[in-house]
Each structure stands twice: as structure tokens, then as C-alpha cells.
């Protein structure tokens, strides 16, 4: 007897419902969307760094990618078991229960999810300042000198940068709160453009060798200088994952709209596969485009890390830099957006179960969105914007982000085990041979962050642990108010 999926919702029958709305164009698009933003365009500069020859840089994007796709495909069984809102918040706290849900939505709100919007907004506004000088972190509006926090030094002004950032998060929450197909017409119009813009980058760099001698580097002289390998070299790579990880990041958002998702049991698996493939092939395409323009050392030394700006600036002289801050801008928005109206499913989610504020489980009556957790997510995106701590963050919570996908298809194993009957329409390619893979190269990487980079991962353990008092005290809180 299959053993249905349990949905706690204690104001399921009080409030309106979110509506399906999102077809699988739709939902690759959020997939697709929510990856791109700027790192694409900026990490491969660290990256090269690290690993120190053009194919171990390469080979950085190849293992990223094989991890993203594999992670995607895992997801998808989850996915089309479980097609509610809140996505992975839901298949933890099925498969290990509330708390293990809780503290992945806990981290999500608190730095994950709006850190990395934080992040991308600033990033849209520096760039949007390459056309409009006044738009700069250095032209402070406001300034009330600084404090320490922790030891922290935090500056309490604001910039004409942050201010549009600010201007960016809270317009787009507005805009997600006239509902679904709103949010998605954004997102659909911004993913077709920066894919484009990728395409063009790629197509760009292959012409662009095609009539040029190829550096030495990308014609195979000391294409894999440095590479032993040994453990070391495996190492020095698990390491230099954190950055093509993080670009790559964010494809499990579509699976948070799953009660939006027109036959989930179908398309949610599909729109994970479809957007993480492609987007893993562009970016190692684009790679590889940097190779054929530019020398290994110019890419390990460009200016502030814009290693695509560099590429195009080579092609098209001073014009090559503003061609790529349009690219950045137009890609940076689209992910805000993605990354919007995706997050605040969960904080939805979370207050449904009685785990977050009540009001922001609630529906608006006439479009049908999470308008409250749009609106709460900005505001605390917008505050990390100010903090300028979001990127510190962001670097603490990478083994964290890890380890939850970890637990995740660890789940995915306890499932089969605890509910071997619960139907499922897709099942996870390649199982157990896939999942297991993941797991044990996502515990490499674990281990390499521990011994690289200690103070920061444990520093982001403790962020998560935080959340272990504060789930007992929204639990007890729940209870006090079921019994009134």
C-alpha cells in the first residue's frame, strides 16, 4: 500500500491557493536563469589561480558540471514525487524530518538564497554603472561612520550602488507579487537574452582564433603544467570547485515552485535535466572561448577578475567593455528575478508548516502569490546589501550549501527504504551508481574545504547550527497557538 507523502498545512483550508501556472519552457527557464548570473563572466580568473594550468581550469568546469547535472537528475526523482512548495525544504523534512527541513530553510532565508540575490544586485549595479558613473560604490549618499559587530567593522553608509540594488530586489519582489505568470514573463524575456549573450561569447572566441595564432596554452604547450595526479592536484581542484559551484548554483530553484508546475510529475524532472545541461555545456564552451582569445596568464591576471571583459575588449577595443557590462546587467537581473520568485516559496512553505511567520504563508486573493515572503525576502536582501557582509557570508556558507545537497540524495536513498511503495512517476538515473557517486566526490569536496579553507566552513556550520534553538522556539510557538 503506497504510503502518501505527508503535507502538514495548518492553514491549507483557511487561505487561498497558489495556482499551476508554469509549463516546462517555463520551468527550464527559472532552471536556466537562476544560474546565470555574473560568475560566469568573473570566476575562472580565481580559478585559473588555484589550479594553475589551462586544464585543470578546464577540467574545474567538467567535474562542476558533472555534479550539477547528476545532482539534477537525482533531484528530479524527488521532484516528481513531492511537487509542493518548498522543494528541497519539503524532501528534507520528509526524509529526516522538520528540523532538517527547517535549518536548510533557515539557511536559505538567512544567507543562501538572499545573500547570493545581495550579491548578484550589487553586481547589477556596479556594472549598470559602467553606463552611468553616478551609479558607484564610491559616491556614498549617506554616511554614519562605522561599528563592529563581532569584531566586524561595518560601515553604516550607503552608496548610489547599493541604493540601485536596493531599488532592484524590492522592484522585482513588487513585480513577482502580481503573480505567477508575471514573474515568469520576466524570467522567460531575461533567460533568452543571457543565453544569448553566452552564445555570442562563445561564437565570438571561436571566430576569433579561428583566424589568430592560438596561445600557447590553448594549443597544448603546457595545457596541463602543474597536474601530478596525486591527491594534491585532486585536492587543488575539489578547492577551486567552490567558484564554477556557485555559478552553477541555484538550479535547484525550479523544484521550490513545484505546486506551480503544470504536470510536475513530467516537467519538473525535464526542466532540471534540459537547464542544467545546457547551461553546463555553454559555460565550458565559454571556457574554452577564453582560452582562444586569451593567453592563461592574461586570464589568471584580468582586471578585477572580468575575464570576459578582457576577451572583449581584445575583439572589439574600448567598445569590448561596455558590450559586456550590457551582457552582465541584462544576466544579473534575469537571475534576481529567478532567484525571487523561486526563494519565497519556501518561507511560504515554512510558515504553512508553522515554522516562520504566519503571514507569509498566506496567498494575496487576486494573483495568487506569496506576496508577504516576496516582500519579507526582499527587505532581508536589501539589509545584507547595506551590511556588505553578504560576500563573507556567502564564502562561510559554501560547505553548508554542500552538504545539504548531500543530505538530500542521502534522502533520496532513505525514502526508497522508508516509503518503497510511495509512487513514483521518474526515477533517478543511474540508481544507486549516480547518487552514490555524487555523494562520495560531494564528501571530497567537504573534506577539502575542511583542510583548505577550516575557519570558514565551521563559521558556516555555526550559522546553520543557530538555527536549531530558533526551530524549537517557532515549534513551541506553533503549539502555543493550535491550543488557543
Known amino acids: 500500500m503506497a504510503t502518501s507523502v505527508n ?43 588555484e589550479v594553475g594550468s589551462p586544464g585543470l581550469l578546464l577540467l574545474s568546469w567538467v567535474v562542476s558540471g558533472l555534479m550539477t547535472v547528476i545532482g539534477a537528475v537525482t533531484y528530479g526523482e524527488l521532484a516528481a514525487m513531492m511537487p509542493h512548495a518548498g522543494g528541497q525544504y519539503v524532501y528534507l523534512r520528509e526524509a529526516f524530518g522538520p528540523l532538517s527541513g527547517f535549518l536548510y530553510g533557515w539557511s536559505l532565508f538567512l544567507v543562501i538564497q538572499t545573500g547570493t540575490m545581495a550579491a548578484v544586485a550589487v553586481g547589477f549595479g556596479k556594472f549598470l554603472g559602467v553606463f552611468f558613473p553616478w551609479v558607484s560604490a564610491g559616491n556614498i549618499l549617506v554616511n554614519l ?66 583566424g589568430h595564432t592560438l596561445t600557447a596554452a590553448s594549443s597544448g604547450q603546457g595545457f596541463w603544467q602543474g597536474a601530478h595526479w596525486d591527491l594534491a592536484t585532486l585536492t587543488i581542484v575539489s578547492v577551486a570547485l567552490v567558484g564554477p559551484l556557485f555559478s552553477s548554483d541555484a538550479w535547484n530553484n525550479v523544484t521550490f515552485t513545484g505546486a506551480e ?29 577564453y582560452l582562444h582569445v586569451l593567453s592563461f596568464d592574461t586570464i589568471q591576471h584580468a582586471p578585477e577578475d572580468r575575464v570576459a571583459t578582457a576577451a572583449a575588449q581584445l575583439v572589439f577595443g574600448p567598445r569590448g567593455a561596455g558590450l559586456m557590462a550590457g551582457a552582465i546587467i541584462i544576466s544579473t537581473f534575469g537571475c534576481i528575478n529567478g532567484l525571487t520568485l523561486a526563494g519565497a516559496r519556501v518561507y511560504y512553505a515554512m510558515a504553512r508548516d508553522g515554522l516562520f511567520f504566519r503571514s507569509v504563508g498566506q496567498v494575496t486573493q487576486k494573483h495568487r502569490s506569496p506576496a508577504v515572503s516576496l516582500m519579507f525576502q526582499g527587505v532581508w536582501a536589501s539589509l545584507l546589501t547595506l551590511s556588505g557582509s553578504y560576500n563573507e557570508l556567502l564564502n562561510y556558507v559554501i560547505f553548508a550549501v554542500v552538504l545539504f545537497y548531500i543530505l538530500t540524495i542521502v534522502g533520496l536513498f532513505w525514502l526508497r527504504h522508508k516509503r518503497p511503495d510511495a509512487p513514483r512517476p521518474y526515477r533517478a538515473w543511474g540508481y544507486p551508481v549516480l547518487p552514490g557517486l555524487y555523494i562520495v566526490f560531494a564528501l571530497f569536496v567537504e573534506w ?8 570558514q566552513s565551521v563559521a558556516g556550520l555555526c550559522i546553520v547550527a543557530v538555527g536549531i534553538p530558533v526551530f524549537y522556539l517557532w515549534q513551541r510557538r506553533a503549539s502555543s497557538s493550535s491550543r488557543l
Open 7 to 49: 503535507t502538514p498545512s495548518p492553514m491549507k483550508n483557511a487561505q487561498p491557493e497558489l495556482v499551476k501556472g508554469l509549463g516546462l519552457y517555463d520551468a527550464s527557464t527559472i532552471v536556466m536563469g537562476s544560474m546565470i548570473g555574473s560568475g560566469i563572466f568573473i570566476v575562472s580568473a580565481e580559478i585559473s589561480r
Open 145 to 210: 561612520g562605522t561599528v563592529d559587530i563581532a569584531s566586524h567593522p561595518v560601515a553604516l553608509t550607503v552608496s548610489s550602488q547599493q541604493l540601485l540594488a536596493i531599488f532592484c530586489l524590492m522592484g522585482l519582489a513588487l513585480i513577482n507579487t502580481l503573480g505567477l505568470r508575471t514573474g515568469a514573463w520576466v524570467q522567460n524575456i531575461f533567460t533568452t537574452l543571457k543565453v544569448a549573450a553566452l552564445l555570442g561569447v562563445i561564437a565570438v572566441g571561436f571566430a576569433w582564433s579561428g
Open 448 to 455: 577539502a574545504l575542511l583542510t583548505h579553507k577550516a575557519l
Open 261 to 289: 508546475v503544470i504536470n510536475p510529475k513530467r516537467n519538473l524532472p525535464l526542466a532540471l535535466f534540459i537547464g542544467t545541461i545546457t547551461i553546463c555545456v555553454l559555460y565550458l564552451a565559454c571556457n574554452f572561448a
